[in-house]
């Protein structure tokens, strides 16, 4: 390791038995090799999906890969928060200890459409659906060992140059596909900033990480619309491009390793033959702590689900 890369493998994984893991959008992509890779070392995965059916195949498939494997597949529609309180409930009525939340689930590319709260539904489904599971989860994070909410970020937040108004999140007035996504990746990166800061004030066993799978070969990827789009990210997958199976380590070492360190964004940098895991500073819009704290208050209101466990804002 250095002071801003390491040096990590899936062979660094150290075993996860005993530890119960949950896994946002575990239905394909990212989140179906992470649930796999998590329930081969040897953890407790909840698969948490929309599609029941296709979370049922990832589930059968890793059991296949990994026999003893311990998972099992729960409904989770991010975009609705009737459903995020639903299957919270469903964890807070178990009362089982979490030890890692990986939020993972997002979508991109999408015509425009809300949400019955109201939520333009890429920003309710990447960033306000997470914000509101997470505090009602927060419960049995802190019941579990070395406890961590891992958000899935994106470089992409590193270009967003416009001004972000989080007062409605219908974002009607100018909404875009892709600047929605980015928009969303924006407040991902405040939301861990924030989090980890809100964590650390309470004094808080759990941990707020952040990491990235770079430009990975995904589903999510098959949304992208338009020819001159299409043609450049075809570019982009060919010249920088990793597949999935490797994109997928950062989100692993941050769930994984007790070297991962929070308030830093952790993933791979541009160069596919770079294989070091870069720990970078947060930069631009993602490391203004006002617009984070504005961020915070926003989404609190919207969801009513902070639960007390931090001071809600005066302001």
């Given at each position: 390791?250095?002071?801003?890369?390491?040096h990590w493998?899936?062979?660094?994984?150290?075993?996860?038995?005993?530890?119960?893991?949950i896994?946002?959008?575990?239905?394909?992509?990212?989140?179906?090799?992470?649930?796999?890779?998590?329930?081969?070392?040897?953890?407790?995965v909840?698969?948490a999906?929309r599609?029941l059916e296709?979370?049922?195949?990832?589930?059968?498939?890793?059991?296949?890969?990994?026999?003893?494997?311990?998972?099992r597949?729960e409904?989770?529609?991010?975009?609705?928060?009737?459903?995020?309180?639903?299957?919270?409930?469903r964890?807070?009525?178990?009362?089982q200890?979490?030890?890692v939340l990986?939020?993972?689930?997002?979508?991109?590319?999408q015509?425009?459409?809300?949400?019955?709260?109201?939520?333009?539904?890429?920003?309710?489904t990447?960033v306000?659906?997470?914000?509101?599971?997470t505090n009602?989860l927060l419960?049995?994070?802190e019941?579990g060992?070395?406890?961590?909410?891992?958000s899935?970020?994106?470089?992409?937040?590193?270009?967003?140059?416009?001004?972000?108004?989080?007062?409605?999140?219908a974002?009607?007035?100018?909404?875009?596909p892709?600047g929605?996504?980015v928009?969303?990746?924006?407040a991902?990166?405040?939301f861990?900033?924030e989090?980890?800061?809100?964590l650390?004030?309470?004094?808080?066993?759990?941990?707020s990480?952040?990491a990235?799978?770079?430009?990975?070969?995904t589903?999510?990827?098959?949304?992208?619309?338009?020819?001159?789009?299409?043609?450049?990210?075809?570019l982009?997958?060919?010249?920088?491009?990793r597949?999935?199976e490797?994109g997928?380590l950062?989100?692993?070492f941050?769930?994984?390793?007790?070297?991962?360190?929070?308030?830093?964004?952790?993933g791979?940098?541009?160069r596919?033959?770079?294989?070091?895991?870069?720990?970078?500073?947060?930069?631009?819009?993602?490391?203004?702590?006002?617009?984070?704290r504005?961020l915070?208050?926003?989404l609190d209101s919207?969801?009513?689900?902070?639960?007390?466990v931090?001071?809600?804002?005066?302001?």
């Open positions: 390791m250095s002071d801003n890369y390491f493998t899936r062979a660094d994984m150290p075993s996860q038995v005993g530890r119960r893991i896994v946002t959008g575990a239905s394909s992509g990212l989140g179906a090799i992470a649930a796999r890779e998590l329930a081969g070392a040897g953890a407790h909840i698969l999906v599609d296709k979370g049922d195949r990832v589930a059968t498939s890793i059991r296949a890969s990994s026999p003893g494997a311990v998972c597949v409904h989770l529609d991010l975009s609705e928060l009737s459903s995020v309180r639903s299957f919270a409930d964890m807070l009525t178990a009362g200890p979490l030890d990986l939020l993972n689930a997002g979508v991109s590319n015509p425009y459409s809300f949400t019955d709260d109201g939520i333009e539904k890429t920003f309710a990447n306000v659906g997470h914000f509101a599971l009602l419960p049995l994070l019941m060992g070395d406890p961590r909410v891992v899935v970020g994106s470089n992409l937040y590193r270009r967003f140059r416009a001004d972000l108004a989080f007062d409605d999140l974002f009607g007035d100018y909404y875009s892709q929605s996504y928009r969303s990746k924006v991902t990166v405040l861990a900033a989090l980890e800061r809100r650390r004030s309470v004094e808080s066993p759990v941990r990480l952040i990235h799978p770079g430009m990975s070969t589903p999510m990827h098959d949304n992208v619309g338009g020819f001159a789009q299409k043609s450049v990210m075809g982009a997958h060919a010249l920088i491009s597949d999935a490797e997928v950062p989100l692993l941050a769930a994984t390793s007790e070297q991962a360190p929070s308030m830093r964004f952790l791979w940098h541009t596919r033959s770079d294989k070091r895991l870069w720990s970078d500073e947060f930069v631009g819009r993602g490391a203004d702590e006002d617009l984070a504005k915070w208050k926003t919207v969801t009513a689900e902070d639960l007390g931090f001071e809600r804002d005066s302001a």
